[in-house]
């Protein structure tokens, strides 16, 4: 199967703003949160699952390359996809686009893992996974299985 991808758009609205007109870095994390949100419905982890299993993907680690600054009023294209796959964790990448004149506003990367509430137990990913995203996976060295 090819790279699971969304792209969902979002307009800039006072709200998401400073007094200058700039969007506020928090806000581009809620962009790129309602991509993932909607990334991981294609992934099989979709909300009304996640409330009955209790099962959720969660966010460990964010990394987020600010790039140009977007204003009120821009209409964004977030861009998100399933970039690597582990044992115990996935990243998934996104960027932030202008269409209108294709400037890249960020670009962001975060690791997450699955997780049962209310324990917080870390769980293995989805068995499918590895036959549906094994390009994603890492190679291991000699010897030695994944991590």
């Known amino acids: 199967m090819s790279r699971p991808r969304i792209s969902t758009f979002e307009q800039v609205m006072f709200f998401d703003t400073d007094c200058g007109g700039v969007v506020h870095n928090i806000a581009y994390l809620r962009f790129i949160e309602t991509n993932r949100t909607h990334l991981a419905e294609l992934l099989g982890m979709g909300l009304t699952e996640m ?77 499918d996974w590895a036959g549906k995203y094994g390009q994603l996976q890492p190679i291991a060295p000699a010897g030695r299985g994944m991590r």
């Open 51 to 127: 409330a009955a299993t209790h099962i959720f993907p969660v966010v460990v680690r964010t990394e987020v390359d600010y790039r140009k600054p977007a204003r009120l009023a821009d209409k964004l294209q977030v861009d998100g996809w399933l970039e690597r796959i582990e044992r115990l964790r996935f990243w998934v990448a996104f960027t932030i686009t202008r269409p209108t004149d294709g400037t890249e506003i960020l670009r962001c990367r975060q690791m997450l893992a699955v997780i049962r509430m209310p324990e917080g137990k870390p769980l293995r990913l989805p068995a």
